[in-house]
């Protein structure tokens, strides 16, 4: 059973950083890319970020937060974060930790294992 639990969101103003943390409860946690994703009530759950389980992490970003955002992982801690800088109040939305048995997945479809959300409300 993988289970994954976010952390971190809450209200906050635009601007500064917010990092949320994942944690990964799974033996084989080097085995799984990570992926963060965010949804708006109403509209689908979009792409946000994604780091490979490889060794270094190759990371990947939807346009519409790169350069602002950073994904990492910490390995031995079976975590993984999503750093927010420069935050914008069209970053408000609940955001969605998950891991794949794919290496390179390209579908949400693509993550088997989803945390519950957290929210993240960015005041203007």
């Known amino acids: 059973q993988v289970q994954l639990v976010e952390s971190g969101g809450g209200l906050v103003q635009a601007g500064g950083s917010l990092t949320l943390s994942c944690v990964v409860s799974?033996?084989?946690?080097?085995?799984?890319?990570m992926g963060w994703f965010r949804q708006v009530l109403g509209k689908d759950r979009e792409f946000v970020a994604t780091i490979s389980s490889w060794s270094g992490g190759v990371t990947n970003y939807a346009d519409s937060v790169k350069g602002r955002f950073t994904i990492s992982r910490d390995n031995a801690k079976k975590t993984v974060f999503l750093q927010m800088n420069s935050r914008k109040p069209e970053d408000s939305a609940v955001y969605y930790c998950?891991?794949?048995?794919?290496?390179?997945?390209?579908?949400?479809?693509?993550?088997?294992?989803w945390g519950q959300g957290t929210q993240v409300t960015i005041s203007s």
């Open positions: 799974v033996s084989t946690f080097t085995s799984f890319t």
């Open positions: 998950a891991a794949s048995t794919w290496p390179v997945p390209h579908e949400k479809t693509e993550y088997e294992y």
